[in-house]
């Protein structure tokens, strides 16, 4: 069994530190590291070395300073958002102005493969809608009417059709959650 050079514990000190270095009250540290706020305090005023995932994640904080700040959801710029997921992974967020035809992207992983637009954080609109549309049937597929109205949509919109299947395909893992501002 292969051996890590990970910290098995942490002491309430080191944690309160690291929250305290993140600008974090114990409410938001809480949401950070996905527990609960009693956890936080429990954590924090304890004498004893504290085990388990905190401590690999304290030691990951402390290597990569600034994770924290890759981490959080970019204010929104535009007055669509779709959230781009392979599973429950957020892969990329996409905020989108429809009226100016403005794309601005987020990416969240290091995988091309997994990204809407490789490494490009400003696609064109036209690409965008490409992206939308390689999410869908194609609209040139046999009983697309048929389709449609299965999903009570009058014409064949790509995004109007990711709202009612969430961009899902037969082939992957794939889903866009489309949130309107």
């Given at each position: 069994?292969?051996?890590?050079?990970?910290?098995?514990?942490?002491?309430?000190?080191?944690?309160?530190?690291?929250?305290?270095?993140?600008?974090?009250?114990?409410?938001?540290?809480?949401?950070?590291?996905?527990?609960?706020?009693?956890?936080?305090?429990?954590?924090?005023?304890?004498?004893?070395?504290?085990?388990?995932?905190?401590?690999?994640?304290m030691y990951i904080l402390r290597m990569y300073p600034d994770v924290d700040e890759r981490l959080k959801e970019p204010v929104s710029a535009y007055p669509l958002r779709l959230i781009y997921r392979k599973g429950s992974m957020i892969c990329s967020v996409i905020d989108?102005?429809?009226?100016?035809?403005?794309?601005?992207?987020?990416?969240?992983?290091?995988?091309?493969?997994?990204?809407?637009?490789?490494?490009?954080?400003?696609?064109?609109?036209?690409?965008?809608?490409?992206?939308?549309?390689?999410?869908?049937?194609?609209?040139?597929?046999?009983?697309?009417?048929?389709?449609?109205?299965?999903?009570?949509?009058?014409?064949?919109?790509?995004?109007?059709?990711?709202?009612?299947?969430?961009?899902?395909?037969?082939?992957?893992?794939?889903?866009?959650?489309?949130?309107?501002?």
């Amino acid at each position: 069994m292969d051996k890590y050079i990970t910290t098995h514990g942490v002491t309430g000190r080191e944690i309160r530190a690291m929250r305290l270095r993140l600008k974090m009250t114990q409410y938001e540290f809480s949401a950070f590291v996905g527990v609960s706020n009693k956890t936080v305090e429990r954590w924090e005023s304890s004498e004893d070395a504290i085990e388990g995932p905190v401590a690999v994640l304290m030691y990951i904080l402390r290597m990569y300073p600034d994770v924290d700040e890759r981490l959080k959801e970019p204010v929104s710029a535009y007055p669509l958002r779709l959230i781009y997921r392979k599973g429950s992974m957020i892969c990329s967020v996409i905020d989108v102005d429809e009226i100016k035809r403005l794309v601005k992207v987020t990416n969240y992983r290091y995988d091309m493969t997994e990204l809407p637009f490789g490494n490009r954080r400003e696609p064109t609109f036209e690409e965008y809608e490409e992206f939308l549309e390689s999410r869908c049937f194609p609209r040139t597929r046999k009983w697309v009417d048929l389709e449609l109205k299965k999903l009570g949509l009058p014409f064949y919109d790509p995004l109007m059709i990711i709202e009612k299947t969430e961009g899902r395909m037969v082939e992957d893992d794939f889903s866009i959650e489309v949130i309107r501002q």
